[in-house]
C-alpha cells in the first residue's frame, strides 16, 4: 500500500484488571473496539490501519471476537490473536503505533518510532510517547505528525530503555 501505515496493538481485558489497581482507583479502562472505530472514522482514508490482537484474546467470548471481525471487517486490517505476523515487522512499517495499555509501547518507543497510547498504561508517567484520553485526540496527533514529516516530538529513549531493562529482568 501507498498508504501510511498506522498499526494498533490491543490490549487483554486481563492486562488491564492485572495493572489498573497500580493507577488508582480514577483510572478507567477504555472500548479499545469503540475507540478503533472512532479513530478509523477520524482518519478517513488517508491511511491504512492494522488492528493487532493481543495474543493473550484468544480466549475471548466468541461475541466480542465477532465484534472486532464485523467492526474492522472492511476498515482495517484485523490480526487475529493466533496469527503469526511479526509484531516487530508491523512496528517498524508503522507511521504511528497506538497502543492501550500494551508492553509494545515502550519497544516500540525503544525503536524511535512515534508512539500514542488510548487510556491508562503502567508506563503513562513516563516520557517515551504521548498519551491521550481518546481516539479524537489520538488522530489530531496523528495529522500533526503528518504535517510535521514524521516525528512528533524525540522519544526519551532512556526512559524506554530503562523500562525495558526493568522489565525483562
Known amino acids: 500500500t501507498n498508504k501510511k501505515i498506522i498499526a494498533i496493538f490491543t490490549s487483554s481485558d486481563d492486562e488491564f484488571r492485572f495493572n489498573g489497581s497500580d493507577w488508582g482507583d480514577n483510572q478507567k479502562t477504555v472500548d479499545q473496539i469503540s475507540e478503533i472505530s472512532s479513530l478509523i472514522k477520524h482518519l478517513g482514508?488517508?491511511?491504512?490501519?492494522?488492528?493487532?490482537?493481543?495474543?493473550?484474546?484468544?480466549?475471548?467470548?466468541?461475541?466480542i471476537l465477532n465484534k472486532y471481525k464485523r467492526s474492522f471487517q472492511k476498515k482495517a486490517y484485523l490480526i487475529l490473536p493466533k496469527s503469526n505476523v511479526d509484531t516487530y515487522h508491523l512496528i517498524d512499517s508503522a507511521h504511528v503505533?497506538?497502543?492501550?495499555?500494551?508492553l509494545v509501547g515502550p519497544e516500540t518507543s525503544y525503536f524511535g518510532k512515534n508512539l500514542i497510547t488510548i487510556g491508562p498504561s503502567p508506563y503513562m508517567n513516563l516520557n517515551i510517547g504521548r498519551n491521550v484520553a481518546s481516539a479524537y485526540e489520538a488522530s489530531r496527533l496523528i495529522k500533526e505528525i503528518a504535517e510535521l514529516d514524521g516525528n512528533i516530538k524525540k522519544f526519551n529513549s532512556l526512559d524506554s530503555k530503562y523500562l525495558l531493562t526493568f522489565t525483562i529482568v
Do not use: D, G, L
Not at 493487532?52 to 461475541?63: F, L, Y
Open 45 to 63: 482514508n488517508e491511511y491504512a490501519v492494522y488492528i493487532r490482537m493481543h495474543p493473550n484474546q484468544h480466549s475471548i467470548p466468541k461475541n
Open 97 to 102: 503505533v497506538i497502543t492501550f495499555c500494551s
